[in-house]
């Protein structure tokens, strides 16, 4: 029984490689998913930091309503910082504020006065130097064309101190509807600052990761092919078809049996007539099953033999045939006596001679 039970390990280990297989190739395809995963993260982080320096405008309608614009802050302008801005907006008079505009009035509103300028006629200093010198608290320039690049106003702002925001035609126009409205908020808040420095440290973290968990999978792969490679050298040829029919084979016979009566790896027992083949450490085995076996691997299943040696055994303890094997070549009526002791097996026997090393 210890035999079957030995040999249906093996038969497991044999079908679990396959299954380790399997598992390797879907390590290996989670792998490449992680590694897309982290390259796209990367491109994202790099896109997001070259973009240009963008705020966002939000509107708060007296019913509880946002909506909100994108815009671009002028390179000459105060920039946003901190929470962002809240108030309320006017409209430029006049509207292109190209020339000097009216002053604040001074009971709009408690809160600071965005003022909403068309795009034209003059350059964007001059509209929101007018719209600072008036007393505004930022400038608003919407687009006098349908387009939807939003352009960086730019130039030179020396002593520009309020910030200053370029829009589109269609948020300028949905702007204009909330004019001199005493109950709607607009906020500008600020955009995500990016500079040089912060592009090149998170371009390095990111390339960094990506190159260290790269590594990592390929230094991974290589040991495991290493280590399927040096299984592959350690294992002893396969045998030829021309070999496997070599070995004898006998009629089981229940009165005068070699062998124990159970086939190791079908786990079926013997009927007098079925034909064995017994191996040089003397298992047998139904034909079929140790021919399909010895295809596979050429040792013994039980006691783990090489069948190319005819002459000797394994060196590894557990590999060591049954008892029943021992007794076969010392003599079938010679006392076996096995201490309990992991430490010293010692055997008995009144014979002549005794071939073979026991473990």
Request: overall charge negative; glycine content about 8%.
């Amino acid at each position: 029984m210890p035999a079957s039970v030995g040999a249906g390990g093996d038969v497991g280990d044999e079908e679990g490689g396959g299954g380790g297989g399997r598992g390797i190739w879907a390590g290996i395809v989670r792998r490449r998913e992680v590694l897309l995963s982290v390259a796209g993260l990367t491109v994202v982080i790099f896109t997001l930091l070259v973009s240009r320096v963008s705020a966002t405008l939000l509107l708060i309608t007296p019913s509880n309503e946002s909506i909100v614009f994108p815009d671009v802050e002028a390179s000459f302008a105060r920039r946003i910082s901190g929470t962002g801005i809240v108030g309320v907006l006017s409209s430029a008079s006049p509207s292109n504020a190209c020339m000097p505009l009216e002053a604040v009035a001074a009971k709009l509103s408690s809160y600071p006065v965005f003022v909403l300028i068309e795009r034209g006629d003059c350059n964007f200093v001059s509209k929101v130097q007018y719209a600072q010198d008036a007393g505004y608290a930022a400038a608003i320039v919407y687009d006098n064309e349908d387009s939807h690049d939003l352009v960086t106003m730019s130039g030179n702002g020396f002593g520009i101190e309020i910030p200053a925001v370029f829009v589109s035609k269609e948020a300028g126009y949905v702007l204009s509807q909330f004019v001199n409205d005493k109950d709607v908020r607009l906020y500008m808040l600020p955009a995500l600052e990016t500079s040089a420095w912060s592009v090149l440290a998170v371009s390095s973290i990111s390339l960094l990761t990506f190159s260290a968990v790269l590594s990592t999978f390929l230094f991974v792969r290589r040991q495991r092919l290493r280590r399927a490679s040096l299984r592959l050298l350690q294992e002893p040829p396969r045998l030829s078809p021309d070999e496997i029919k070599a070995l004898p084979i006998i009629a089981f016979d229940q009165k005068d049996a070699i062998t124990s009566e159970t086939c190791a790896i079908c786990l079926e027992e013997y009927v007098t007539g079925d034909k064995l083949r017994i191996l040089p450490c003397k298992h047998g085995f139904h034909v079929p099953c140790i021919d399909n076996w010895l295809n596979r691997k050429p040792f013994c299943p039980i006691c783990k033999r090489d069948v190319h040696n005819n002459g000797s055994e394994t060196n590894s303890c557990e590999r060591t045939p049954l008892l029943s094997s021992i007794s076969w070549q010392l003599g079938s009526n010679l006392p076996i006596l096995v201490s309990s002791s992991a430490s010293a097996h010692m055997i008995s026997a009144t014979t002549e001679s005794a071939s073979g090393d026991i473990c």
